[in-house]
């Protein structure tokens, strides 16, 4: 059992490893792709131990999985297996230092599976933090001025938060040893029932929430995320969206859990509905006008987490599993689409929407993966999207929230308005002239004669299982169902 | 270690990191405001040394010996690698003039003390007393963020914050699990280095390490 726990971690620091000294394409190649199988595996056979009733442990304590652990282990490995996979054919034709990338990225998911498995507010803090650094040359790899501005952006903005973070989990600690049993272990603080200051632990959750959710890319603090996604090579857009900020609205769950039944929930309640309010907001308002794809995905990104975290506000059991199975859904329909951008750049030469004119016609092998993961994300069925959306607006109606809800839907309409429309001028819209009247060019002045291209732009097949899982998600039944609801229980029973 | 020895010395660490982080807000010269830093790098370390010797923990004295190469040696001289071959003296402009910044710090410092008062459950005694002196550095470290447009002024602002941050988790907690605080250090140091490289390949793009040219992505 333990080996198994270890096995995600020790595998992608030993890929890291080989990439960073051997120089074989093959293994440079296929460095992360192995990575994330390995996660990916490992992530499975740990639902099926938990699933078994036990909770295997490792490393002394540190490290110990339970259905929530398991959960987001299988999360990390699937969408960084759909980023690292779909975005072959992107790393090939862009990087230039071979070797720093791969070995970055296996880095990148050890940390994030550290993250995920550490029984322990620390560890998962440092595991954090490490993929700030390791993120933060993807981010920059391109070297331009603009990815060196988001870097550093994100390295500053991204550090400084989780510094905050840090403050509260040493306030927490300080917590715990007043009341005799010093500990920053999960379990021992969900069911110890310690007796911790209630004020101390106020301040300690507030920061704690504050700091990680500057890295979950909530607004207000989300002012780095925009930049650094359209700066980064397309796979690593991908994986911050769907794992890195995933990992952190974690955190966040993991903190809430431990710190409401000693403050109630009233506090975190309030800081997430703020945060994901806001975030809905500012979504809106920048998608709306928005002239690049890879920062419209970007915007994206920021109003599923701050649905996540309005889903974190409501609590119990329905809006925890639709808050889980939402941050899956999003993570493989994300991560689909910032890989098809990847290869739009690639074959267009640009992510300026309005340069971006009938791609349905022209590029159909790279449109329609686009078109079907745009639909997943917008919420259409039979994606999980639509029902994790669906059953958070509910949760939150019979949680007594129902005002929150109803800004949220408007908000949620105005960003599928945005997002609809952007992406019905990308695919069907036919000048290139942006505002330019489409109908004006006669039919054949076009380019209907130039043959469309079918191609692909990469692998096919990562595209295709990762929305086809997004597709019948929410109709899988058994094993899936009762892992949410097992892991949901961790987060909720204690209300 | 006789009580009121504990209680002068960890009042006079706290009292020299409270000072350097006035100097870091007051001084322009980027070398002065380094080796502030390392001085303040230096107090931090004697204090956890001073805690660890009054409550009898060995391993508190290793943790003491990091943090006096770390922050004390070690960061500092990366950042004056970082300030690079444009010799001493550089001297940058802040937004908010002197006499509004140091204003702003004994307001700064009030609100520290206020914000407090919830903190003053987690213990009694003299270290307990200290720590609205790490929440100062704390919010000191955010003002030099905000206000500061170099480089290195910036990475100065995050490393005051930090201290700030382990000041307060060493008055209040006596530090934090060893295997966390390890992982900490190795984290603020790897954050560091990943800055350095970041400076240099903005110093050789912008010909400038000034943030104000950062401004290309926006919405």
Known sequence: ?495 | MAPVLFAELVAFCAGVLLLTGVLIVWRRDLRAIVRLLAVQGVALAFLVAVIGVEARLPELLAVALLVLVLKGIALPVLLVRVSGPAGPGQVETPTINTTASLISLALLTTLAYLVSQPLKAAGSGPAAAAVPIGISLVLFGFMVLASRRHAISQLVGFLMLDNGIATVAFLIAGGLPLVVELGAALDILLVVLVLQVLTGRIRAEFGDIDLDDLSELRD
């Open chain 1, 1 to 495: 059992m333990a080996a198994l726990v270890l096995l995600p971690v020790v595998a992608c620091l030993g890929l890291a490893a080989l990439t960073a000294v051997s120089g074989r394409a093959v293994a440079l190649r296929y460095a992360g792709i192995l990575s994330a199988g390995v996660v990916v595996v490992s992530g499975l056979g740990l639902v099926a131990v938990v699933l078994g009733g036990t909770d295997p442990t490792a490393a002394g304590g540190l490290l110990r999985v339970d259905a929530l652990s398991a959960f987001m282990l299988t999360v990390v490995g699937f969408v960084g297996l759909t980023a690292t996979w779909g975005g072959l054919a992107a790393t090939s034709t862009t990087s230039t230092t071979g070797r720093v990338y791969p070995t970055l990225v296996c880095l990148f998911l050890g940390a994030m599976s550290l993250a995920v498995l550490a029984d322990n507010l620390g560890v998962l803090w440092v595991a954090v933090e490490a993929t700030t650094i390791t993120t933060a040359f993807l981010v920059g790899h391109h070297g331009s001025r603009r990815a060196l501005e988001a870097a550093w952006k994100y390295v500053v903005l991204g550090s400084v938060g989780v510094a905050i973070a840090f403050l509260g989990i040493v306030l927490l600690y300080a917590a715990t040893l007043a009341s005799g049993t010093p500990t920053l272990s999960w379990i021992v603080l969900d069911q110890a029932r310690l007796p911790m200051d209630p004020s101390l632990v106020r301040v300690a959750a507030g920061l704690a929430v504050l700091g990680f959710a500057t890295k979950a890319g909530l607004a207000p603090m989300h002012s780095w995320l925009p930049d650094a996604h359209s700066q980064a090579p397309a796979p690593v857009s991908g994986l911050m969206s769907g794992v890195l900020l995933s990992v952190a609205f974690y955190a966040i769950l993991r903190v809430q859990a431990v710190v409401d039944p000693v403050i109630g929930p009233d506090l975190v309640r309030g800081l997430l509905i703020t945060a994901g309010l806001l975030s809905l907001a500012v979504s809106a308002a920048l998608i709306v006008r928005q002239r690049d794809l890879k920062r419209m995905l970007a915007y994206s990104s920021i109003e599923h987490m701050g649905l996540l975290a309005l889903a974190a506000a409501v609590g119990g059991p329905l809006a925890l599993t639709a808050a889980l199975l939402h941050v899956l859904g999003h993570g493989l329909a994300k991560s689909s689409t910032f890989v098809v951008s990847g290869r739009i750049l690639a074959a267009e030469g640009t992510t300026t929407i309005a340069s971006i004119r009938s791609l349905f016609t022209r590029r159909p092998g790279v449109a329609i993966p686009f078109v079907v993961g745009m639909a997943a994300l917008l919420g259409f069925p039979p994606f999980s999207l639509f029902f994790s959306e669906v059953a958070i607006v509910v949760a939150g109606f019979q949680g007594g929230l129902g005002a929150v809800m109803v800004v949220a839907v408007v908000l949620i309409l105005v960003l599928f308005a945005g997002l609809a429309r952007h992406t019905a001028t990308m695919l069907f819209a036919r000048s290139p002239d942006a505002g330019g009247p489409a109908l004006e060019l006669p039919a054949d002045a076009a380019t209907p004669s130039v043959v469309a291209d079918r191609g692909p732009h990469g692998p096919r097949l990562p595209l295709v299982i990762a929305l086809g899982a997004t597709a019948v998600l929410a109709f899988a039944t058994g094993p899936v169902s009762a892992l949410l609801a097992q892991a949901a229980a961790l987060l909720g029973g204690t209300r």
